[in-house]
């Protein structure tokens, strides 16, 4: 299959493919760019139907980390590592010490963390043989409540721009994905006074959900038609494609999820509806934001979640834009991003 002529190589600086026969260890190492600073992104386990699946999500999930970080101003380039396999049942100390392995091999380039199929656990196994690590224990922790935090915040800003509200009470939200950062949302959302419908594809996390914040209960696969005014995909990527963009009854798609627009150009058909996107790589930035804040000599987790408050202007300023210029919200982000790291490249 074609790596450099791929669209979502998209001039990666390095892909690494990582194999260790003891433990069975299959993973990609994807860096997009790092001319604002070495590359930090998580580590996602996952059973990929096949290694070309893997490899595009890998380098869908680097390039995005390059914009996330660029679009909030931190001193950080993108990367991204995917390893195939099944995280309830394939985990091994060995496996992560393995894959550790590379991450030291690339000398500081990547830096990981956790992802979906990951936790603090797992990252704190890859620190036995690498300091090339972000989010463990001794440090923020994991970051998916400030995740969570700003992805809240962002739901805030669409609804203000798209309804012209300052609060939440009352407005219907549906949340697509219970995974950490989606469950901590739900209660957020909850706690703000929204109105919950709630999907995942595992039945206890559902339980667990709609049990504490007294929400609504729908299908995984068909949450996104649900009448409601917010829908927040916080699952996988792609949600948002030919199939599902005509059946959205929400005004407004604002989640924690990477990659949602299966193409591009997506963006333009969600704005010819009429619905206002919240670019991914915007509104989930609260993460990296809060890992980045471990650079310091002392973590301050208050002055973490201030910084992680200004996804609201961010994309206050980014919806501005797209409706001055009558483009998608994504085309009017990535411009604000590319100025930001091409303008290093220049320096540079």
């Known amino acids: 299959m074609p790596i450099f002529t791929a669209p979502d190589f998209d001039g990666h600086e390095q892909v690494v493919f990582c194999h260790d026969a003891e433990t069975g260890l299959r993973a990609i190492i994807a860096i997009h760019n790092t001319t604002r600073g070495p590359s930090l992104g998580g580590c996602r386990m996952w059973p990929y139907a096949s290694e070309e699946e893997a490899l595009t999500d890998a380098l869908r999930l680097s390039r995005g980390m390059t914009y996330k970080s660029a679009l909030a101003?931190?001193?950080?380039?993108?990367?991204?590592?995917?390893?195939?396999?099944?995280?309830?049942?394939q985990k091994t100390p060995a496996l992560f010490r393995?894959?550790?392995?590379?991450?030291?091999?690339?000398?500081?380039?990547?830096?990981?963390?956790?992802?979906?199929?990951?936790?603090v656990a797992d990252i704190e196994?890859?620190?036995?043989v690498t300091r090339h690590v972000a989010g463990t224990a001794g440090g923020s922790g994991d970051p998916s409540p400030v995740t969570a935090y700003g992805v809240f915040q962002g739901i805030r800003a669409a609804v203000k721009a798209k309804l012209g509200r300052d609060d939440l009470a009352g407005l219907r939200i549906a949340v697509q994905g219970l995974g950490h950062v989606g469950h901590d949302l739900a209660r957020q959302l909850?706690?703000?006074?929204?109105?919950?419908?709630?999907?995942?594809?595992?039945?206890?996390r559902v339980a667990r959900t709609a049990a504490a914040y007294h929400a609504e209960i729908l299908p995984a696969d068909r949450i996104h038609a649900a009448d409601v005014d917010v829908f927040a995909p916080c699952a996988l990527g792609a949600i948002l494609n030919d199939e599902t963009i005509p059946e959205i009854q929400a005004g407004i798609v604002a989640g924690a999820a990477n990659n949602q627009l299966a193409e591009d150009r997506h963006g333009e058909v969600l704005r010819l509806r009429g619905i206002l996107y919240a670019p991914d790589y915007a509104i989930n930035a609260g993460g990296i934001i809060n890992i980045h804040h471990e650079s310091f000599d002392h973590y301050d987790r208050a002055a973490a979640l201030k910084q992680v408050e200004g996804i609201y202007d961010t994309l206050l300023e980014i919806f501005a834009h797209a409706e001055t210029e009558g483009i998608p919200?994504?085309?009017?982000?990535?411009?604000?991003?590319?100025?930001?790291?091409?303008?290093?490249?220049?320096?540079?």
């Open 73 to 89: 101003g931190l001193p950080l380039g993108g990367g991204k590592s995917v390893i195939i396999g099944e995280s309830r049942t």
């Open 98 to 119: 393995a894959f550790g392995r590379f991450v030291e091999s690339l000398g500081g380039r990547y830096i990981v963390a956790e992802d979906v199929g990951t936790g």
């Open 125 to 128: 196994i890859v620190r036995q």
């Open 190 to 204: 909850y706690e703000a006074g929204a109105l919950l419908v709630v999907a995942d594809i595992d039945e206890a």
């Open 329 to 348: 919200t994504g085309t009017a982000a990535d411009r604000v991003a590319e100025s930001r790291f091409r303008k290093q490249q220049q320096v540079a």
